[in-house]
């Protein structure tokens, strides 16, 4: 079946440093990508999406680029803060198909004081 | 906001036992999920409805049952609970069916069968 990975299980960064959290997928179908944020105790919170006729897409704080040829995804957190701490998890869906997210397996990113 | 409502942080069940874990939504979506979560392995799809009274499987149904009698409630039903049934419950919705709408996640039930 298709999965979605994320090259790294952990991230440190300091704090007000940039973030990057790398994704692959491997449904060339997928057309939607999804970004969440797990905080410890809590479900997943929807942080910014894309659609796979655009190449980057900007939130507050927060960029995701998409790179359909090679079937990447990244999120960006800009000025990385004590409160970005949490799992992060990509998301792919193939909007033909119904709608049912496949999620990767998520990165723990840490910022350090 | 969309307000999912799961209805217990933290259970603790014997083997064997019938067990149901209860979701509610209050933004008429549609849409509602069922996933576990486990280290290492991420989120997992157990049932999904896009109706009311319909549902269906998702990636790891055994030995799960789901049932959608209204539209703002989804229930996992864990028939005859094991200790491998032993995760983090998280149920989700969202609105249009076509994609487009990220999920609304509850805040999980911590099962722990023993």
């Known amino acids: 079946g298709e999965s979605v990975g994320l090259h790294l299980p952990t991230l440190s960064v300091q704090e007000g440093d940039n973030s990057i959290i790398n994704c692959a997928y491997s449904?060339?179908?997928?057309?939607?990508f999804i970004w969440y944020k797990q905080e410890s105790g809590k479900g997943p919170q929807f942080i910014i999406d894309?659609?796979?006729?655009?190449d980057k897409r900007q939130g507050q704080r927060v960029t995701v680029l998409l790179n359909k040829t090679v079937k990447h995804l990244s999120l960006q957190i800009a000025a990385t803060q004590p409160g970005d701490s949490a799992v992060y998890f990509c998301?792919?869906?193939?909007?033909?198909?119904?709608?049912?997210?496949?999620f990767g397996t998520g990165t723990q990113l840490k910022v350090e004081l | 906001d969309v307000k999912v409502t799961q209805s217990s942080r933290y259970l603790v069940k014997r083997t064997g036992e019938k067990v149901f874990l209860e979701c509610v939504q209050d933004?008429?979506?549609?849409?509602m999920f069922w996933y576990r979560q486990d280290p290492g392995l991420g989120l997992r799809l157990i049932y999904f409805?896009?109706?009311?009274?319909?549902?269906e499987k998702g990636d790891i149904p055994e030995g799960y049952s789901v049932s959608r009698e209204k539209k703002e409630r989804f229930s996992l039903i864990l028939e005859s609970a094991s200790t491998n049934q032993t995760s983090m419950y998280l149920c989700?919705?969202?609105?249009?069916?076509?994609?487009?709408?990220?999920?609304?996640f509850g805040s999980g039930t911590r099962l722990t069968v023993v």
């Open positions: 989700a919705s969202s609105l249009n069916r076509g994609g487009g709408y990220g999920y609304t």
């Open positions: 449904n060339s179908a997928s057309d939607y």
């Open positions: 894309i659609r796979s006729n655009m």
């Open positions: 998301a792919e869906l193939f909007t033909g198909g119904g709608n049912k997210l496949t």
């Open positions: 933004m008429d979506h549609e849409n």
């Open positions: 409805s896009y109706d009311v009274k319909m549902k």
